[in-house]
């Protein structure tokens, strides 16, 4: 055997590589075989076209190059190899420097592998042609889609390979080196498995059908997006007429679904179609016809007719029946499974302990009146002053005439002119204030009389109410407060004739008369917000009757308010009011002489007035949330009302001393228990102090 060329040392020189591997070429073919020939290639950065020179020369083949093929190899080898392991390093020369060896009969094209996919490549099977060979296979997919492939796929496949599927022969379209081509062979092979597809039918005792399959669904679907994945594992139907399951898919997923099934397959902790529900704080009718209107037909097969309905339960043909007993508040439901279950939830919402509001509305009116009249009247006239000759009247004076008549007649005897009897009827023709008189009032001759009249008042009124309600939170309530005054509307005369003699007479005079409420009047509807705030709407009315005047009939006043508003709990918030002054002056003189001045203060008439009123209303909402809350308000209030008792006059009647006085029993005193079990009235200690009074 010829000893091997051991090429080490050629390496040793960069450029001589290539003559050396040139000799060895001459020497095989001057004699030796060439398959027995074994080299040991070593290149450090030497150009690519070199290392082809001598590829072609050991191998004998033909090489074309494109222009773009230009690259320094490094190739480091221990061990001698043939000419064809020597051309397999090769040709992974050109792969690891980005370039590719594409046959073309007795010639090689030497490319970059960009364009790789643009040539020819080999068609051949599994396993055969060397591992950098760029080669095409087309792979037939029996089970699963080439589209969802590709997505796959892709990552795998480097740039210059070429993947793609063809849907409707459900092809695969490979382009690559062929050790990768051959890798996406394995990997198609192990996905492209045929599923174990099989039907069950699973029957339900219990729930319904086509909720199941809506809910088993729901969960296939958001597995299938979870796992990318195009088509369905599992398929679930339903069938109505016989409330079962069909279940088709894999065997594991198929026994997954079945367990899964057959856990919602299982009856209500109450059991039955028919249930009772008590109430506790919402009345049952109400509820009963609202629960109605809203699930009335809402079963799956409501609207459904034929044969067979009649075996079918009710629950199970979508029957919704609500009806309420009174005398228990209580509803009777029959409803399906789903539908019980949705219904119960929403009582549970409704049938809740609402809140309730505790407002307080405060009116303070604050008024003072204040008022001065001065004015002097004269009367000039004959002995009794019938017969006057002249005189003054103002409207805030008293006529001096009449009162003239009357104390000559009280004093002379003789009735006066103004119908006066005696000094007696002086009194109701004097006005308000001091009355002082000068004059002449003889028994002949020329009279005269001059009243002079002076009024100064001062009056201040301080009122202050509270009315108190209490409402379930969105539910009007109203609390009124008053008298009923009457109000004559009209009047009436009957006339007939009395006698024989067609002589007719007033008979059966009568008055109509309407009663109308006057006092105060409040109407509120809370609303209590999600936080501690409460919208209030709110209606308001004071009326009250004003000192008699003038008038023909009764004057009331009359105020209200309407409005909505918003408060905080516990907080105060002014609703509205009124601030207003109001000064009148009045003068009346006579002309010419009443403008003289000092002397034309005989001729004149002044008035003065002045009203201040302040009027303000308040609202004041407290939330009771529970019984606690509702307890401690009714406790202040309850305990201020016996102690306004107790401070009053809490002995006996000294007339009565065994009777006691009606007074509120202390709440907080234990009450004892009758034979019966029926609580006794609490005894209460008379002789318990009064307890200091504190504020509303």
Known sequence: MTKPVNPTQISRCSHLASVCLTVMALTWSAGLPAQQATITPNYKDADIRQVIEAVG??????FILDPRVKAQVTMLSAAPMNPDAFYEAFLSILSVYGFVAVPAGDIIKILPDANARQVPGAENEPGGGRPDDIVTRVIAVQNVAAAQLVPILRPLIPQYGHLAAHPPSNLLIISDRASNVDRMVRIVARIDQAADQDYEVIRLEHASASEIVKIVGALNQGAQQAEGSGGPRVTVVADERTNSVLVTGDKNDRLRYRALITHLDTPLEEGGDTQVRYLRYTDAVDLATKLQSQYSGSGPQAA??????????????????IWADESTNALIITAPPKTMKSMMQVIDKLDIRRAQVMVEAIIVEVSSDKAAELGVTWAVGDRDLNSVVGLTKFDTTTGVAGIGGAILGGAGGAGGAGGAGGAGDVGSLIGNGITMGVGRLGSSGLNFVALIEALESDGSSNIIGTPILVTLDNEEAQIEVGQEVPFVTGSFTNTGATGGGGVTGSVNPFQTIQREQVGLTLKITPQINEGNAVRLKIEQ??????????????????????????????????????????????????????????????????????????????IRPTILRDNVQATFETNAKYNYIRNQQLATKPENPRLMPLTPRPVLPDMAQPQTMSPAGSPLEPVIDLRIPPAKVPAP
């Open 57 to 62: 020369e050991v191998t004998g083949k033909n």
């Open 304 to 321: 459904a007719a034929g044969g067979g309905k009649d075996a079918v339960p009710p629950a199970q043909r979508g029957e919704v029946s």
């Open 541 to 618: 009315e004071i009326s009250s009757i004003l000192p008699s005047s003038q008038a023909v009939d009764l004057i009331t006043s009359n105020r209200s308010i309407n409005t909505s508003v918003i408060v905080e709990d516990g907080g105060t918030l002014v609703l509205g009011g009124l601030i207003q002054d109001q000064v009148t002056e009045k003068e009346q003189r006579v002309p010419i002489l009443g403008s003289i001045p000092l002397l034309g203060a005989l001729f004149r008439s002044n008035t003065t007035t002045k009203a201040r009123t302040n009027l303000m209303v308040f």
